[in-house]
C-alpha cells in the first residue's frame, strides 16, 4: 500500500515538472533536481539513483531530451539539453558522468556557439567521470571509458578513452545483447 502511495506521488511530482514518460521511473536515493522548460521523456524502465550526489536534469526552452527504456542514470550525472540528446535504451550512465549539448559561452570572440545534437545509442555503457559534449554520437553497444571526453563519433560496439576519447577495442555482438 506504502509504496503505490509513493508511486503515486513520484508520478504527480513529475507531471509538475512536465516530464513524461511511459512508466513511473524508478527512483532510489534523493530525488534527481529536475529543470524542464521543454520536453523531457522517459521510456519505461527508467533507473535513476542517487545516494551520494543528487542528478542534474536541465532541458532548456525548446530543448528535446529523451531517455529510453531501460536506461540506468547513477550519482551525480549532470545533463543539459539546449536542443537536443537522446540516450539509448538499456545504456548504463555511471557516476559524476555529463553530458552537454552546448557549448554554453565562447571561448574567443570569433567563435559561435550553437547547439549540436547528442546522441547515444542503446546499451551502452558511460563510466564514472565521463564527459560527452556537444555533436557527440556515440554508437550502439560502445564503452565510454572512466574519465573520458567524448567530442565526435565513437563507433558502434567500440571501447573508447581517453582525452580526447579515441578507440582502443572493438567487439562484436549481437544485436539484441543487453548488458546485465
Not at 16 to 40: D, K
Not at 55 to 60: D, K, L, N
Not at 62 to 82: E, M, P, Q, R, Y
Not at 108 to 124: C, L, Q, S, Y
Request: net charge positive; glycine share 12%.
Amino acid at each position: 500500500m506504502l509504496q503505490k502511495i509513493l508511486q503515486r506521488l513520484r508520478a504527480h511530482g513529475l507531471r509538475l515538472r512536465g516530464v513524461r514518460f511511459e512508466s513511473v521511473p524508478s527512483l532510489a536515493g534523493a530525488r534527481p533536481f529536475i529543470v524542464n522548460h521543454g520536453t523531457l521523456s522517459l521510456g519505461s524502465g527508467v533507473a535513476l539513483r542517487s545516494f551520494r550526489s543528487p542528478i542534474s536534469i536541465h532541458v532548456a526552452l525548446g530543448g528535446k531530451l529523451h531517455i529510453g527504456t531501460g536506461a540506468f542514470v547513477n550519482d551525480g550525472v549532470s545533463i543539459f539539453c539546449a536542443q537536443q540528446v537522446d540516450i539509448g535504451p538499456h545504456t548504463k550512465i555511471g557516476n559524476g558522468v555529463t553530458i552537454y549539448d552546448t557549448d554554453f559561452h565562447p571561448a574567443t570572440p570569433e567563435d559561435k556557439t550553437a547547439p549540436r545534437p547528442v546522441t547515444i545509442g542503446r546499451n551502452v555503457w558511460i563510466g564514472a567521470r565521463a564527459m560527452v559534449l556537444a555533436g557527440s554520437r556515440i554508437g550502439d553497444h560502445s564503452v565510454i571509458a572512466a574519465g573520458s571526453i567524448v567530442r565526435g563519433d565513437v563507433p558502434a560496439r567500440s571501447i573508447a578513452a581517453g582525452t580526447p576519447a579515441q578507440v582502443v577495442r572493438t567487439f562484436e555482438c549481437a544485436d539484441d545483447w543487453v548488458r546485465p
